[in-house]
């Protein structure tokens, strides 16, 4: 607990499992070779503010490559993997006379989840501060434009609301984790409501985004980072895992000020529940969208004062 707004996840590090048998040494050792070669010219072109956005998308595309994990993207419903990142658009396109930028809010799962996103469409990331500093990692998202925010001080939150909103109304996408904190499975942890008033004020559309992870198919938490775990170790799991792929589901947009998304809750309360394939009880709002399976169970910021008031103590599961 770095302050009274962090939020601890039920999973730990044990939590992190092979599926499948781990690959071979020969096949370890290609992997790492690649995966260094990958870091190298990523960390190389995307420090540099004029690397085109295609590149960056690349970069991510290459680095999943080297770890040999499969990129699986579908929009919400369809069983048909999709290679084409233009059919299945994170962000919501502008109508001709522009428009603002789309809220893309996803699951958080593990530091894999940063280049998964990113090889979909290169858009800007709000992540914790703690991942500026995290190896690899930390590089590939301060070369993609990531704002780094400290959730250990809830003051900073209505700035950090407000250039969020800025940046929607200036058309830019931005992609935030509104769980706070990784879990093992999509299943666990509540929405966190605060960046989605930037969506309200800027009056932006909000893309739900799931990331699953499997091998061969079958439901995996080998890519978890949880708990006390390092990214050395997670690395490690990664790069063993046979058969590993990131399977990320683009559900339909959220417009804010229609009936059932009109404030930041319901805004909140819909993007989980298509996220996470849950219902809503008692709300009076459309359950999950076809084709969407809630994992076994096992599985962001705090709110501000006045208008985005806090939406709960650190640990409280909404």
């Not at 370890?28 to 960056?56: I, M, N, Q, S």
């Not at 809830?154 to 706070?180: K, M, N, T, Y």
């Not at 990320?248 to 804010?256: E, G, I, K, M, Y």
């Not at 404030?263 to 989980?272: F, N, P």
Request: charged letters at 20%.
């Amino acid at each position: 607990m770095r302050g009274p707004w962090d939020v601890v996840s039920d999973c730990a590090a044990p939590c992190a499992r092979h599926a499948l048998p781990r690959v071979s040494a020969a096949e370890v050792a290609r992997r790492c070779a690649a995966f260094a070669r990958t870091v190298r010219r990523a960390l190389a072109d995307g420090g540099r503010p004029e690397a085109a956005a295609h590149r960056r998308r690349d970069h991510a595309r290459a680095l999943l490559a080297a770890l040999d994990i499969h990129l699986d993207i579908r929009p919400a419903g369809s069983a048909d993997a999709r290679q084409d990142d233009a059919a299945v658009p994170l962000r919501v396109p502008p109508g001709r006379s522009g428009g603002p930028g789309s809220l893309i809010v996803a699951n958080h799962i593990s530091w894999l989840d940063i280049p998964a996103l990113l090889a979909v469409e290169p858009v800007i990331l709000l992540a914790k501060r703690e991942v500026g500093g995290w190896p690899v990692v930390g590089g590939l998202a301060r070369g993609a434009g990531t704002h780094f925010i400290d959730r250990g001080n809830p003051r900073q939150l209505p700035h950090i609301v407000d250039e969020l909103s800025e940046l929607l109304a200036s058309g830019r996408s931005v992609a935030v984790f509104p769980q706070a904190t990784t879990w093992c499975t999509a299943s666990g942890g509540a929405f966190r409501r605060a960046t989605f008033q930037a969506a309200v004020d800027a009056g932006a559309p909000v893309r739900p985004v799931t990331v699953e992870y499997t091998q061969h198919g079958a439901a995996s938490t080998v890519a978890a980072f949880c708990g006390e775990d390092t990214f050395a170790s997670s690395l490690r799991r990664v790069i063993t895992a046979r058969g590993l792929a990131v399977r990320v589901t683009v559900h339909p947009p959220l417009l804010p000020g229609r009936p059932g998304t009109g404030d930041r809750r319901a805004l909140a309360a819909r993007a989980q529940a298509l996220v996470q394939g849950t219902g809503l009880p008692d709300r009076g709002l459309p359950g999950p969208r076809p084709g969407i399976t809630r994992q076994p169970e096992h599985p962001a910021v705090p709110g501000t004062p006045a208008a985005r008031r806090p939406d709960s103590p650190a640990g409280h599961r909404v």
